[in-house]
């Protein structure tokens, strides 16, 4: 799976967007970019994915860009809930042999959100 | 109440005893991950369930760890004789693997079993 790189902090105000980047310029044709955050002493929780287009659910949406090297989480309007460390993981469809199907998270963006 | 669900949420033991972990993947899910994630580490893969087939098992650290999925649901860690290395949440994931799709799989987590060994 392609490696990614996220900026390790970051601050925002409540009520603000929230853009949190990635770079991941050796992906892959069929891999997918995935957002997970991790609060503080829970489980991850996926929040969104895509392939090529841009995404929209519930929580965020997902911006990549055309030659899919790069991709930015936007969350509109942050609360504090939001405080999280945020991962961004690049992973292609689950082969059933080896580790292939594991998610690897790195380091993430720790993300500060702040009255 | 449709996530994945592990127990105990935290278990306290002594080295050398032996500890069972449990988790209940969402319903219809085909594919269970086993992780830990030692107190500010990443999250470390343990194993792997798809369907019927044998298990990856290709990330347990030590032949004391073994984990078992009872028809295609529910499934239970074992760690035994336990070290106080292996103190760290262990969590479990599930989710729904179409191999022939090409899709990738979006796996949600449980909770987690924190496990201190003294």
């Known amino acids: 799976d392609a490696k990614t790189t996220q900026p390790p902090s970051m601050d925002c105000a409540e009520g603000r967007a929230a853009n949190l980047p990635c770079n991941h310029s050796?992906?892959?044709?069929?891999?997918?970019v995935y957002w997970y955050r991790q609060i503080h002493s829970q489980g991850p929780q996926y929040i969104i994915h895509g392939l090529k287009n841009n995404e929209t659910n519930e929580m965020a949406s997902l911006i990549i860009t055309e030659d899919r090297k790069s991709s930015t989480l936007i969350l509109p309007h942050a609360t504090l809930r939001d405080t999280a460390v945020y991962y961004c993981i690049v992973r292609g469809a689950p082969r059933f042999t080896g580790g292939g199907n594991k998610l690897t998270f790195g380091t993430g963006t720790q993300l500060k959100v702040e009255l | 109440g449709a996530g994945v669900s592990q127990s105990p949420s935290n278990k306290v033991t002594e080295k050398g005893k032996d500890v069972e972990l449990r988790c209940d993947p969402i319903s219809g899910h085909t594919a269970l991950y086993w992780y830990r994630q030692s107190l500010g580490q990443g999250l470390e893969f343990l194993i792997y369930f798809q369907g019927n087939s044998a298990p990856d098992k290709s990330g347990l650290p030590s032949d004391r760890f073994s984990a078992e999925r009872t028809g295609g649901s529910v499934s239970t860690l074992t760690i035994q004789r336990t070290q106080q290395e292996d103190s760290a949440v262990y969590l479990c994931?599930?989710?729904?693997?179409?191999?022939?799709?090409?899709?990738?799989?979006?796996?949600?987590f449980g909770p987690g079993t924190r496990l201190t060994v003294l």
């Open positions: 994931a599930s989710s729904l693997v179409v191999l022939t799709s090409g899709r990738a799989d979006t796996q949600y």
């Open positions: 050796t992906i892959s044709g069929n891999e997918y």
